[in-house]
């Protein structure tokens, strides 16, 4: 995935979530309804976790240097997670408080009755627009895979992240309008409560997921199936006979780390060996262009062989 594509997606949030969390807080205000409290927390959260998503992505493009000399690509896989904390801690855990709270002191909505409907419904629109452009953007790269394949595969976490909080911005609005529809067709602020009680729910979910695919990524993963097939092809030819083994690593989402042992044979000299070397970096790099960093240790397969129990 290009990184401009998230950004696209990232700015496209951003600006949705800034607009609906200052008309979601002023609906508050005027209402004191529980759910549009609960929502105005959960744009807010999605802004700062947004611009956290901007701030890792600059910061991933530092050069290498002598204390990291494979880069800092893994800045966005920690901002990412970051984003599941935020998401976790000032989100959902907020909106569940508040659903305590109301549930302990029920009340009604008493005035200002059309403003948390009206802003909710925009607020669908203005995410409905968010979660297309999302959507659109990550089609460029998602190929045939379902949306959870590719939630679960991606490298790049920022079109993933996007996509789960616009999702789940849009079923909070649903349930937030639940919520304040129910208390002014009955009066009763409980339904206000289990409003706010469901987008608690909802946000916590969403953040374990995230915080389960990102820790994945922060741990190291390596390439896809198809980039390790095109990988191995690429290695073999023009004095590489096969490949005794391969391992992978993600230094960021567009930059791959290649470790392998390759099989030469005992009559070559050093000169043409390294001479194979060099060639079969060049096929890798045209196969796979994120393999950046690429390490071939040269061997005999025979006595690879022989020194395995």
């Given at each position: 995935?290009?990184?401009?594509?998230?950004?696209?997606?990232?700015?496209?949030?951003?600006?949705?979530?800034?607009?609906?969390?200052?008309?979601?807080?002023?609906?508050?205000?005027?209402?004191?309804?529980?759910?549009?409290?609960?929502?105005?927390?959960?744009?807010?959260?999605?802004?700062?976790?947004?611009?956290?998503?901007?701030?890792?992505?600059?910061?991933?493009?530092?050069?290498?240097?002598?204390?990291?000399p494979?880069?800092y690509?893994?800045?966005?896989?920690?901002?990412?997670?970051?984003?599941?904390?935020?998401?976790?801690?000032?989100?959902?855990?907020?909106?569940?408080?508040?659903?305590?709270h109301?549930?302990?002191?029920?009340?009604?909505?008493?005035?200002?009755?059309?403003?948390?409907?009206?802003?909710?419904?925009?607020?669908?629109?203005?995410?409905?627009?968010?979660?297309?452009?999302?959507?659109?953007?990550?089609?460029?790269?998602?190929?045939?895979?379902?949306?959870?394949?590719?939630?679960?595969?991606?490298?790049?976490?920022?079109?993933?992240?996007?996509?789960?909080?616009?999702?789940?911005?849009?079923?909070?609005?649903?349930?937030?309008?639940?919520?304040?529809?129910?208390?002014?067709?009955?009066?009763?602020g409980r339904?206000?409560?289990?409003?706010?009680?469901?987008?608690?729910?909802?946000?916590?979910?969403?953040?374990?997921?995230?915080?389960?695919?990102t820790?994945?990524?922060?741990?190291?993963?390596?390439?896809?199936?198809?980039?390790?097939?095109?990988?191995?092809?690429?290695?073999?030819?023009?004095?590489?006979?096969?490949?005794?083994?391969?391992?992978?690593?993600?230094?960021?989402?567009?930059?791959?780390?290649?470790?392998?042992?390759?099989?030469?044979?005992?009559?070559?000299s050093?000169v043409?060996?390294?001479?194979?070397?060099?060639?079969?970096?060049?096929?890798?790099?045209?196969?796979?262009?994120?393999?950046?960093?690429?390490?071939?240790?040269?061997?005999?397969?025979?006595?690879?062989?022989?020194?395995?129990?």
């Open positions: 995935m290009a990184h401009g594509g998230g950004n696209k997606a990232i700015i496209a949030a951003l600006s949705a979530n800034l607009g609906i969390a200052v008309t979601k807080f002023i609906a508050y205000l005027l209402t004191h309804s529980s759910s549009m409290l609960a929502e105005s927390v959960h744009s807010l959260a999605d802004s700062g976790n947004q611009l956290l998503l901007l701030v890792g992505g600059k910061r991933a493009k530092r050069a290498a240097d002598e204390e990291h494979f880069g690509g893994r800045a966005r896989y920690l901002y990412a997670f970051v984003v599941s904390i935020v998401l976790f801690s000032l989100g959902g855990l907020f909106a569940l408080y508040e659903a305590w109301k549930f302990a002191d029920p009340h009604g909505i008493d005035s200002w009755h059309w403003v948390p409907v009206a802003v909710l419904l925009a607020g669908i629109v203005m995410e409905g627009f968010s979660f297309r452009t999302a959507i659109k953007e990550a089609n460029h790269t998602r190929g045939s895979q379902s949306w959870w394949q590719y939630i679960r595969t991606a490298k790049a976490p920022e079109l993933p992240v996007v996509l789960l909080e616009d999702f789940g911005a849009l079923l909070g609005l649903v349930f937030a309008l639940f919520g304040v529809g129910m208390t002014l067709g009955t009066g009763d339904w206000d409560a289990i409003g706010s009680a469901a987008i608690g729910l909802l946000l916590v979910v969403i953040a374990v997921v995230l915080a389960i695919e820790k994945s990524l922060l741990l190291g993963e390596s390439a896809t199936r198809k980039d390790v097939d095109a990988i191995k092809a690429a290695l073999v030819g023009q004095g590489v006979p096969s490949v005794i083994h391969l391992r992978t690593l993600h230094l960021g989402p567009e930059e791959l780390l290649v470790a392998a042992k390759i099989e030469v044979s005992a009559q070559e050093a043409e060996v390294a001479q194979a070397i060099d060639a079969a970096e060049q096929r890798v790099r045209a196969a796979v262009p994120i393999a950046r960093v690429i390490y071939l240790e040269p061997d005999l397969r025979r006595a690879v062989e022989a020194a395995q129990p």
